[in-house]
């Protein structure tokens, strides 16, 4: 069946850096879009990026614009998201998650969008 693994996750400080990796399998993954969010706790969870199913669309909120890059490699059925410049303000639980692409450049940043999900990862940004 469909199944997103998170990894990359940890303790990192201020200004620095990590790379989360979203290992799929069950599905076609180069039909999919795929999304990055995050929940922090007692908050909603959030889009951070998403990306077409092609490579060829992206999105970041704004919150992250600038900082972080999502990516893929369809060959390898994995999806990344480089997060530089991170601060306490990140400290969440990301998790990816793939939607059925609609069209070409489909790419939603919703979390209602996206019906398949990861276990998550957490990322936590302290001194």
């Known amino acids: 069946q469909l199944q997103l693994v998170e990894s990359g996750g940890g303790l990192v400080q201020p200004g620095g850096s990590l790379r989360l990796s979203c290992a799929a399998s069950g599905f076609t993954f180069d039909t999919y879009a795929i999304g990055w969010f995050r929940q922090a706790p007692g908050k909603e969870r959030e889009g951070v990026s998403c990306?077409?199913?092609?490579?060829?669309?992206?999105k970041y909120a704004d919150s992250v614009k600038g900082r972080f890059t999502i990516s893929r490699d369809n060959a390898k059925n994995t999806a990344y998201l480089q997060m530089n410049g991170l601060n306490p303000e990140d400290t969440a639980i990301y998790y990816c998650?793939?939607?059925?692409?609609?069209?070409?450049?489909?790419?939603?940043?919703?979390?209602?969008?996206?019906?398949?999900w990861g276990q998550g990862t957490q990322v936590t940004v302290s001194s």
């Open positions: 998650a793939a939607s059925r692409s609609r069209y070409n450049s489909y790419a939603p940043l919703r979390v209602y969008d996206y019906p398949n």
């Open positions: 990306i077409s199913s092609s490579g060829g669309t992206t």
